[in-house]
Nanobody
Framework: QVQLAESGGGSVQPGGSLRLACVAS????????VAWFRQAPGNEREGVAY?????????TYVADSVRARFSISRPYQNTVALQMNSLKPEDTAMYYC??????????????????WGQGTQVTVSS
């Protein structure tokens, strides 16, 4: 059974940092697309960062809106992290980990991803 479990969310002041982690169980991240999405109240779910862990290396893509502040990595075999620096109030959202896209990883929409975690809340306020 495939499961994705996010952790690391919380409340932080503007300018602060958080590191989210997504632990995958029941499948390997090798040769898979793993992505982070976020959804604020009233907004659509948007892709924030994507990574494809191929046999030839790792390809990553971070959305333009957060590229200077966010990064995606795989610190452990089945853990994918989202490092978020210089957080802003507009980064407040539920953050979700998702995996296994049926399309091109970096251009995946939410409907393209097969597996989802339950989400972790990030709140940025003073």
């Amino acid at each position: 059974q495939v499961q994705l479990a996010e952790s690391g969310g919380g409340s932080v002041q503007p300018g602060g940092s958080l590191r989210l982690a997504c632990v995958a169980s029941g499948f390997s991240t090798n040769n898979k697309c793993v992505a982070w999405f976020r959804q604020a109240p009233g907004n659509e779910r948007e892709g924030v960062a994507y990574a494809y862990f191929g046999s030839g290396g790792v390809s990553t893509y971070v959305a333009d809106s957060v590229r200077a502040r966010f990064s995606i990595s795989r610190p452990y075999q089945n853990t994918v992290a989202l490092q978020m620096n210089s957080l802003k109030p507009e980064d407040t959202a539920m953050y979700y980990c998702a995996a296994q896209s049926k399309g091109v990883c970096a251009r995946s929409q939410a409907a393209d991803l097969a597996y989802w975690g339950q989400g972790t809340q990030v709140t940025v306020s003073s």
